[in-house]
């Protein structure tokens, strides 16, 4: 068994089936990615996988644990994070900050007094290690709102791995950055992916076949096929499915 894996979901609103039948696997310390046209259901799809929304068919295992229909919370403490497509973060607080509310160390304090969270060297230690690795932390001290927006992006990655999880959920992290800071968040998952076993929603083909080891394509709210960046350029159902006007 793969150490995430979806088989057969669905999920409808009223009348309207979204996801018809989605499967897939992500194995240990792999970056896999989730692509398809638009409306084909990768943004349900995620919620989904994450526990936003309880499926209304299938089955998803992480780590060989049945975690179908929990709630977003108890997969987040089973080591599942996910960024989000609309960001975040809060503003009027610091980088630092904004990392540390979400690391364990901080959840784990008996009390809830944020005043004195810079007193708190282990807090501070760690949030200064996170920020680290996604290149922020020069930034530490600034406020989070007078970030440009590619460094916003990679502050909401840094919020998403402060968690410690051995499994992130990223949703479009291009969307909205121009060609440097695109390049600059590749470099950034491939600083990261040595750590973590990754899942990335993409519209930005070229990124995503950069990155990734596999991926799922959806159409139709079904995966129409799953494979790696090599083969998949060689599928003729990719092909078909005018994947190349998203890219
Ligand atoms: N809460 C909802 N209620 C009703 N319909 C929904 C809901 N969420 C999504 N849908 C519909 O499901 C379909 C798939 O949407 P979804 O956002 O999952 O696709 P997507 O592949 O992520 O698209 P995009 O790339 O444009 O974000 C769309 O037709 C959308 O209108």
């Known amino acids: ?24 696997s992500v194995e240990q310390g792999t970056v896999h990615g989730i692509m398809g046209p638009n409306g084909a259901g990768k943004t349900t799809c995620f919620h989904v996988l994450t526990g936003h ?84 932390a020069h930034r530490a001290w600034d406020k989070a709102d007078s970030l440009p927006y590619g460094e916003r992006r990679a502050l909401e990655i840094a919020v998403a791995l402060a968690a410690r999880p051995r499994l992130v959920f990223l949703d479009e992290p291009t969307s909205g950055l121009g060609t440097e800071a695109t390049r600059n968040l590749a470099d950034l998952i491939r600083r990261i992916r040595k750590d973590y076993t990754i899942v990335l929603i993409e519209h930005d083909m070229r990124f995503l076949f950069d990155l990734a080891d596999t991926i799922s394509v959806i159409h139709w709210g079904q995966v129409i096929a799953e494979d790696t960046p090599q083969n998949l350029q060689q599928n003729k159902w990719v092909a078909r499915s005018a994947l190349g006007e998203v890219a």
């Open 1 to 24: 068994m793969a150490f995430f894996e979806a088989n057969g979901l669905r999920k409808r609103f009223g009348a309207r089936v979204v996801l018809e039948n989605i499967s897939l």
């Open 53 to 136: 929304h309880a499926p209304d068919g299938g089955k998803i295992v992480f780590d060989g644990q049945d975690i179908t229909g929990k709630k977003p919370y108890q997969i987040a403490r089973m080591g599942i994070s996910r960024s989000f497509q609309i960001m975040n973060l809060f503003d009027d607080t610091v980088v630092l900050e904004n990392v540390a509310l979400a690391l364990p160390e901080f959840r784990e304090r008996a009390f809830d007094v944020v005043g004195d969270l810079f007193e708190d060297r282990r807090i501070v230690g760690a949030a200064l290690e996170v920020l680290e690795q996604v290149g922020l």
